[in-house]
């Protein structure tokens, strides 16, 4: 085997730094969004944020509009990954997996996701990534929501149901940007799995 170059010991380190500032980046993106909206968070306030230089934030990131549909991409699927962590047998107890799905639409990710399409519904740029991005994070939440409920679309009406639940949990979601909901959200998660449990056999 022949020797290792001192390129090729400098790549490594190099692409591992700048993996960890893209990730810084998305990270605090995220934070931004979720807190200031779409006017308060600029490149330059998310790059602070991340204690990286505004340059390095436009060299991974070129635009505004690359910068946070990246971010909120990124975490969607960090966030897809959590929940399959959760069931990692697949299917459990179907009260368990509809309250970890409406759980994805609480908390600073909703928030910021949230932000976007706003940012989205004025701003014509940003509006067609957005479109895609929601589109594919919706075709993924299904699919997981299918797999772990252990749901068989090819039934009549489960398709609809499994949607149902999503876009409730997306309802809950947006109740609780406003104050607590959790309580209602329980009786209502409670409700959701009963009718599944019904609908799925």
């Known amino acids: 085997m022949g020797a290792v170059s001192a390129v090729d010991r400098d790549r ?3 692409q591992d730094r700048s993996r960890a500032t893209r990730q810084r980046l998305l990270a605090a993106a995220v934070a931004c969004l979720a807190e200031h909206g779409w006017a308060g968070s600029t490149v330059t306030v ?3 944020r991340a204690g990286v230089s505004r340059g390095a934030a436009q060299h991974h990131f070129p635009t505004r509009e690359d910068l946070f549909t990246a971010a909120v991409e990124y975490v969607a699927e ?3 990954t959590a929940l399959r962590a959760l069931f990692p047998e697949g299917g459990a107890d179907r009260h ?3 309250s970890a799905l409406v759980g994805l639409y609480t908390g600073p ?3 910021a996701a949230l932000h976007l399409w706003v940012a989205a519904s004025n701003e014509e740029q940003l509006r ?3 479109t895609e991005l929601e589109a594919r994070v919706g075709r993924e939440s299904h699919r997981i929501a299918v797999e772990l409920l252990d749901a068989d679309e090819s039934v009549p009406g489960v398709r609809e149901s499994v949607q149902g639940l999503l876009d409730m949990a997306r309802g ?3 109740a609780n940007l406003l104050t607590d909901d959790s309580v209602r959200r329980e009786r209502v998660v409670a409700q ?4 599944l449990d019904e609908k799925l056999g």
Request: proline share 4%; glycine share 8%; hydrophobic share 50%.
């Open 12 to 14: 490594a380190p190099k």
């Open 46 to 48: 998310v790059a602070e």
């Open 78 to 80: 960090e966030r897809s």
């Open 96 to 98: 368990e997996v509809v």
């Open 109 to 111: 990710l909703f928030r």
């Open 128 to 130: 067609s990534r957005v």
């Open 172 to 174: 809950l979601g947006l």
């Open 192 to 195: 959701w799995a009963g009718l």
